[in-house]
């Protein structure tokens, strides 16, 4: 019954911010680490980030250190993706991703766009 339901992607200009949003349920939350991932049209799923279960270590891709930050809320089962300074190259799918078990699960994907 692991389940990751996400929200607050959209559309918005070169330089703009943009908040993700994830919330899972069916798991102890704060024992897991989350992923984001992104995929863009005919490209490869890419990492982005990942937060640990308790929030106190971070790990990103290169191409968004200084701009994008992770967080969670263990009470509230959610972890967050604050976007800033986007690029038109940030335009993909954005994805939530816990490992539980021998399997990872997915959200349903968000999609930004950010136009020039």
């Known amino acids: 019954q692991v389940r990751l339901v996400e929200s607050g992607g959209g559309s918005v200009q070169s330089g703009g911010s943009l908040r993700l949003s994830c919330r899972a349920s069916g798991i102890i939350f704060s024992m897991y680490a989350m992923y984001w991932f992104r995929q863009a049209p005919g490209k490869e799923r890419e990492f982005v980030g990942a937060?640990?279960?308790?929030?106190?270590?971070?790990d990103y891709v290169d191409s968004v250190k200084g701009r994008f930050v992770i967080s969670r809320d263990n009470a509230k089962n959610s972890v967050y993706l604050q976007m800033s300074s986007l690029k038109p190259e940030d335009t993909a799918v954005y994805y939530c991703k816990v490992d539980y078990r021998i399997r990872s699960f997915w959200g349903q994907g968000t999609q930004v766009t950010v136009s020039s």
């Open positions: 937060i640990s279960g308790s929030g106190g270590r971070t």
